[in-house]
């Protein structure tokens, strides 16, 4: 028998998505590009998810009061201390977002570290409210300023979606600290983590690189017909194969991080963190695809540009192109402030955390 959380969960979201397919499906959006070069559908196309979230929300909360005649979601996680610690969250992902992705133009974000630890400290509700109030700050209250982004709003709904993804996991006790696991608890660990890794690479991100460079008139297909990376490449601009050193050096780095975790604490925490990233990655990049292609036509003004502009330049459509950037940079960003926000938890007073809504799972001082 279903929980009665996850009831909740399941009419608030079949809900959200009622609500996004009936909004999308009944109407068309302006793509002109408009004052700052933002299409003039941006407006009317956030309208529909900003009332597919409330919609959501109201359902879940009506389900909890037919259920418990309460409201504990709400006044549990929004704290006292979880409502400080929101204002800095948001100001972190706003100046970290806007610096990596626009300033230095990285083919990643890291513009949800704020989002996760709120999440992960607070609960669901909170991180979804944090992610959400960081996208609509960013556009609206910093508009006129360097740190304002007219790109950022209509991706609210992937916002909401990571601070949610980074609740339910820290409740899960995705972030508990496991040093000094036994070595062959370890390895076992390791090889279960490479696995679920493996099956998401394989069925969630290589079935979208399949055709890569096989657009019609393009040369990176081999006289054989099989398209491979190695000819993508050799047909690509040199910005982005520049780019794509940049990329697999952040990886690199953060691979031997992670390496240096493992060996030197035995901690197999970081396994949980890096497939629970992955995971949280790939799901964003499949709400982001139709929010970039479809608003904004593949252009955010963030490095990740140059990406969608190679992939098209191989002959992917813009949604295609879309997707194929979303499933190299979504995962990777993910996984590493995943890794972050791991590590900050991990060098915090234990007694600061536990008094969060629910710090003492992200410390694995409770299990129920």
């Not at 959200?16 to 959006?29: E, K, P």
């Amino acid at each position: 028998m279903i929980s009665r959380i996850w009831l909740r969960v399941l009419v608030g979201g079949a809900a959200l998505a009622g609500t996004v397919f009936i909004g999308l499906s009944g109407s068309s959006f302006d793509t002109t590009p408009a004052a700052g070069g933002v299409p003039a559908g941006a407006n009317q196309f956030m309208l529909v998810l900003a009332l597919a979230l409330i919609v959501g929300f109201l359902f879940y909360e009506a389900v909890e009061w037919l259920q418990t005649r309460r409201l504990d979601s709400i006044t549990h996680q929004f704290t006292t201390r979880t409502i400080v610690l929101m204002p800095f969250a948001i100001a972190l992902n706003i100046v970290l977002g806007q610096t990596v992705a626009s300033a230095l133009k990285l083919p990643i974000y890291l513009d949800s570290i704020g989002t996760i630890l709120v999440g992960v400290l607070a609960g669901p509700l909170a991180g979804a409210a944090t992610g959400l109030l960081s996208n609509l700050a960013w556009t609206f209250m910093l508009a006129s300023t360097p740190f304002g982004s007219p790109y950022a709003w209509p991706f609210a709904i992937t916002a909401t979606e990571i601070g949610l993804l980074a609740g339910l996991f820290g409740y899960l006790g995705a972030f508990r600290p496991r040093p000094r696991t036994l070595p062959a608890m370890l390895v076992a660990g390791v090889v279960a983590g490479a696995v679920l890794l493996g099956a998401l690479l394989w069925y969630g991100i290589l079935p979208a690189y399949r055709d890569l460079g096989c657009g019609p008139g393009n040369a990176a297909a081999s006289p054989d017909g099989v398209c491979t990376p190695i000819a993508f490449l050799h047909t690509s601009d040199p910005l982005f194969i520049a780019l794509a050193i940049v990329l697999l050096a952040i990886v690199i780095m953060a691979a031997v991080v992670l390496l240096v975790r493992l060996a030197r604490d035995r901690d197999l925490g970081v396994v949980y963190v890096l497939v629970a990233g992955a995971v949280c990655g790939v799901v964003s990049a499949f709400i982001s695809t139709p929010i970039a292609a479809l608003v904004f036509g593949g252009v955010t003004g963030s490095g990740t540009d140059f990406l969608v502009a190679a992939f098209q330049q191989a002959g992917s459509s813009l949604e295609d192109a879309v997707r194929q950037q979303s499933l190299i940079s979504d995962p990777i960003d993910k996984t590493i402030t995943y890794l972050i926000v791991f590590t900050l938890l991990a060098s915090t007073s234990r007694r600061l955390t536990a008094r969060f809504p629910q710090g003492e799972r992200a410390l694995g001082t409770v299990e129920d």
